[in-house]
């Protein structure tokens, strides 16, 4: 007999809030995507480049204490990487300062869902610019 795991709690909602205050920082609103970084998107299709990014986020960001955190991510060569720049969701101590998701500890599935959907509203945003 197999018991069925609860569905996963839906992530918080991405406060309006928080694109304010991206939007006061010079730092993270200067980050938009390049030609390149859009013909790749379009090439790709949203749904592939969302699954690279719960790959990196799972396995650059995640663990309780990533690989070479505050440089795991890279400032060019995907679209995603410039998303987590711009969303401040690059390494753990954005993530604590922006996100209040303290280090030192696993992100939880909701967390990294919430993470994702910050990423997919900032490439939706500037796919519409
Ligand atoms: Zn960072």
């Not at 006061?24 to 790709?44: M, N, P, V």
């Not at 998303?83 to 922006?98: D, I, N, P």
């Not at 939880?108 to 939706?124: F, H, N, S």
Request: proline share 11%; glycine share 4%; charged share 25%.
């Amino acid at each position: 007999m197999t018991t069925d795991a609860p569905p996963p709690a839906p992530p918080p909602p991405v406060p309006d809030e928080l694109w304010v205050r991206l939007g006061r920082s010079a730092f993270r609103a200067r980050f938009h995507l390049d030609a390149r970084d859009r013909a790749y998107l379009e090439a790709k299709g949203v749904a592939t480049v969302m699954s690279h990014a719960a790959d990196f986020i799972a396995g650059r960001l995640a663990p309780a204490h990533p690989a070479r955190d505050g440089r795991q991510t890279p400032w060019r060569g995907h679209p995603v990487f410039v998303a987590q720049h711009a969303t401040a969701t690059c390494c753990r101590s954005c993530l604590e300062k922006w996100h209040h998701m303290p280090k030192g500890r696993a992100l939880e599935p909701v967390e990294q869902a919430y993470i994702l959907t910050a990423i997919r509203i900032w490439l939706d945003r500037e796919r519409a610019r």
